[in-house]
């Protein structure tokens, strides 16, 4: 049986998801979720603090455990994090749609993008992501083959970077990085639930392995109410 705390963690998701507790209200204390569950008070504060941990709740001294608002998705600007681990972290359910998967020659405009002689082979993918019932991500891959033979369905339906980094002893390092916001394109409208939305947030990542190759080009299309784009920024004094 899985821990009780986990078991309590999901069940105050659900309500939280669900709209029992709105946000900027307090969740019940940690004295009334302790006799709710009938459950230690140590394990309500573990699965209150996995709550805080993955952004359902801020806990505010003096007043509780506030319940924040869950319509749209932190993606951290500077990170290097794959859909897959992003979503296990936000504890949202998640599918991963793959539209396209090709091995072709690379583009003139695409070796120039990632750097690479024109007879390279590059993979081509398009997945679409669900989080929560709704398409809210497109993204495009241009993966080099001669770095990361193999792909398959069922690797992209998963997770690349897994692939990449487990099964082929690869290691991910840094990417460079440019967002913008572009108009919908008929591809966004084919695959994304947009909502009246005429306009996507565009990231575009240029990825590199330990030895500084770059291997990978992707586009990554969001529907903007869905999602705030966050870094953390130290201001550091002249001398």
Known sequence: MKNKYLVIYNE?????????????????????????????????????????????????????????????????????????????QLGQDFRTYVHELTLGPVSEPMAERLNCEGDRKLWKIVRSREIAGERIILDKDYIREDLVPGLDKSIAEKSIYEYIENQLG????????????????????????????????????????????????????????????????RRTKNR
Do not use: C
């Open 12 to 88: 105050l998701v659900r309500m939280i998801q669900r709209g029992k507790f709105q946000p900027g209200k307090t969740l019940p204390s940690e004295h009334e979720l302790t006799s709710s569950f009938t459950t230690s008070r140590e394990t309500i504060r573990k699965a209150l603090s996995l709550l805080a941990q993955n952004g359902y709740i801020q806990k505010v001294r003096g007043k509780g455990s506030v319940v924040l608002d869950q319509s749209k998705f932190e993606f951290p600007v500077s990170g290097l994090t794959s859909f897959k681990e992003l979503s296990d």
């Open 170 to 233: 690869l290691e991910i390092s840094f990417a460079k990085k440019e967002i913008v916001v572009e108009p919908v394109t008929e591809e966004d409208e084919m695959w994304l639930d947009l909502n009246d939305h005429r306009q996507v947030v565009v990231i575009r990542s240029y990825v590199y392995l330990a030895d500084a190759t770059l291997f990978q080009f992707t586009e990554s299309r969001h529907r903007p109410d869905k999602f705030q784009f966050v870094d953390f920024a």
